[in-house]
């Protein structure tokens, strides 16, 4: 039945705590942090330390743990592109369900639960990490982004102006402008019926 690797670093051994209602422990652990933590562009690399701070309380129906997660996030910014590292702290709050306590009805369930007595930390570590990733991860909150033009970043060089349009085919249409310009200027009277 049990799957459950008791070494690996996400796995806790709820053994100490007891199954004696109300007993409590608290458990702070640093663990390398597993791959694909995170979503593509934004996330935590793997094997960079991720500190849990929870507290296992045993209950009825199985160990309730709470507290949080804090992890370095690495991505880049959304308007800018310039590599961002920021720190993200996140909050577990789990009951796992014991073993005996599950019936037939529960199978299909949401149900996170206790394998013997290990319990599986790794799915709320990144239901807590995912929840707290940027919807725009920015390297400022003012980011002016980059030249639509030429693609300069733009905080470092605000006044970047381009005189000219840059495309060939626009500096023909340019010039047909000033030509028409000068046009109506000899013509001042110039009307259409
Ligand atoms: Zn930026
Ligand atoms: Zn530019």
Redesign the pocket.
Same mark, same amino acid.
């Given at each position: 039945m049990t799957s459950l690797d008791p070494r690996a670093p996400l796995v806790l051994d709820t053994r100490e705590l007891g199954r004696r209602p109300g007993s409590q422990r608290e458990v702070s652990l640093t663990v390398p942090a597993p791959k694909d933590l995170g979503i593509d562009v934004l996330g935590v690399a793997e094997g960079s330390p991720v500190e849990l701070d929870l507290r296992l309380e045993a209950v009825m129906e199985g160990v309730l743990v709470t507290g949080t997660v804090s992890a370095d996030l690495d991505g880049e910014?959304?308007? #800018?592109?310039?590599p961002l590292h920021e720190q993200i702290v996140g909050d577990i709050q789990e009951l796992y369900v014991y073993d005996e306590h599950q019936t037939p009805h529960d199978e299909d369930d949401e149900v996170s639960r206790l394998e013997g007595d290990l319990i599986d930390l790794e799915p709320q570590l990144r239901d807590a990490v995912v929840l707290e990733l940027p919807f725009q991860p920015?390297?400022?909150p003012d #980011?002016p982004?980059l030249c639509p033009e030429c693609g300069a970043?733009l905080?470092e060089d605000p006044d970047h102006a381009h005189d000219e349009p840059i495309d060939p085919r626009w500096a023909g249409l340019a010039d047909l402008n000033e030509q028409l310009g000068q046009e109506l200027d000899q013509h001042p009277e110039h009307k259409h019926d």
């Open positions: 910014c959304a308007r #800018c592109l310039e920015m390297c400022r #980011c982004g970043r905080a």
